[in-house]
């Protein structure tokens, strides 16, 4: 889902800069899914059909069109914690052979987080975080 959504992001701003910005969050939520996926097997459950997660994610579009790159940038900044709650609270309940995995899935967010606070800064470098995630 988080891949649709960032996707059409890259089709919403319009700045180049902030295109790639958005196309590589895609990247970066793309790379988490995949790297859970065998804990869906493990456990046995099935995700969504990637048509309609990417369809989902796209329709997250319509909640933010409206905000400028600044105000999407701070919302990242103000919202996505909250998610951080929702995934250590997940940790906690796995079992420790499943945290590896789990972590892989939280740093996904620390990483986003980490990159809209640079970006919100106007450092060069916001993407640091998102591309160090993605190298392991």
């Not at 804990?39 to 989902?56: A, G, I, N, Q, T």
């Not at 609270?89 to 499943?98: Q, S, V, Y």
């Amino acid at each position: 889902m988080g891949e649709g959504y960032f996707t059409a992001l890259s089709e919403h701003f319009v700045e180049p800069h902030q295109k790639e910005k958005m196309l590589l969050m895609a990247k970066v939520e793309s790379y988490a899914a995949e790297a859970i996926e065998p804990l869906l097997l493990k456990y046995d459950l099935v995700p969504r059909d990637f048509s309609l997660l990417r369809e989902m994610g796209r329709e997250g579009l319509k909640k933010i069109c409206h905000l400028t790159w600044e105000e999407f940038i701070d919302g990242i900044c103000d919202n996505f914690p909250k998610y951080l709650i929702e995934f250590g609270d997940l940790e906690e309940m796995a079992p420790k052979d499943d945290l590896q995995l789990l972590k892989i899935l939280t740093y996904h967010e620390v990483a986003a987080i980490e990159f809209a606070k640079l970006e919100r800064a106007k450092k060069v470098n916001s993407t640091d975080p998102l591309m160090k995630y993605m190298e392991g």
